[in-house]
């Protein structure tokens, strides 16, 4: 019995380097897609996602290859032109519509997963527009190809992290206690996610055990997203935890 295959782009590093750790720890022959390989020791495709025809090459690569994934999921970040909206687009959008379509025809079943985040949802200041409106179209097109790849047996699922520690921000939440034991406060479970909570939930959707499930789209938010602005104000302003 031959090995499953998997493909996380954008697995150099955070929650995507994460997700490739756990595929190949479980016996999947493993691949990430990003610019460089990062501290990842395994199989690299080299790609620029904001470009193209690099990634044309890509798709011949890996038909040339025959390399036939089952399970793709998609963690890329935009580190380089974050207020360029055309930039952003190519990287968060419009090259997830050509690897999903340069990929699919040669799956036999299988998943692919989107990371997607609450700014497709809510307005984070902190994020530029395209990366709000990337995000949000990122939802509907886990719908649309969950619809129109099904017939295929591909599902497509779509993950909305909370606020979750990584390398990136955990020295900042360690250093500001005000910040985090607020945002415990309005998180339904009074925690912080870890990157093993997206890792997990990735595992299930890479996986038979979420065979009959296509289409979603999932806060693994600790509840942050369930309680309206007006009682959470009410809540903090008269200490009703």
Not at 42 to 51: C, F, R
Not at 64 to 83: C, E, G
Not at 193 to 216: C, P
Request: include cysteine; charged fraction near 25%; charge should be neutral.
């Amino acid at each position: 019995m031959m090995n499953d295959c998997s493909l996380v782009v954008g697995g150099s590093k955070g929650i995507g380097l994460e997700i490739a750790k756990l595929f190949s720890e479980r016996g999947d022959v493993t691949y990430i897609l990003s610019r460089n390989k990062g501290k990842w020791l395994g199989n690299h495709i080299e790609a620029d996602l904001s470009n193209e025809r690099n990634l044309n090459h890509v798709l011949h690569y890996i038909r040339n290859n025959k390399i036939r994934f089952k399970y793709i999921v998609f963690a890329q970040k935009n580190r380089s032109l974050p207020d360029d909206l055309d930039y952003e687009l190519m990287i968060q959008l419009k090259s997830v519509k050509i690897l999903v379509e340069g990929i699919a025809p040669s799956m036999e079943g299988g998943a692919f997963v989107f990371i997607g985040s609450p700014s497709g949802r809510f307005i984070v200041r902190e994020q530029p527009l395209g990366y709000h409106l990337s995000k949000a179209a990122l939802e509907h097109l886990t719908k649309y190809y969950a619809v129109n790849l099904g017939k295929f047996g591909i599902r497509f699922n779509c993950i909305l992290p909370g606020t979750v520690l990584k390398e990136s921000n955990r020295e900042f939440y360690q250093a500001n206690e005000d910040v985090s034991n607020l945002l415990k406060r309005i998180t339904p479970l009074r925690m912080f996610g870890e990157a093993m909570d997206i890792v997990n939930a990735v595992d299930f959707f890479s996986s038979e055990k979420s065979r009959y499930i296509t289409g979603q789209v999932i806060f693994i938010d600790g509840g942050q997203s369930l309680e309206g602005q007006e009682s959470l104000a009410r809540r903090l302003t008269f200490g009703e935890d």
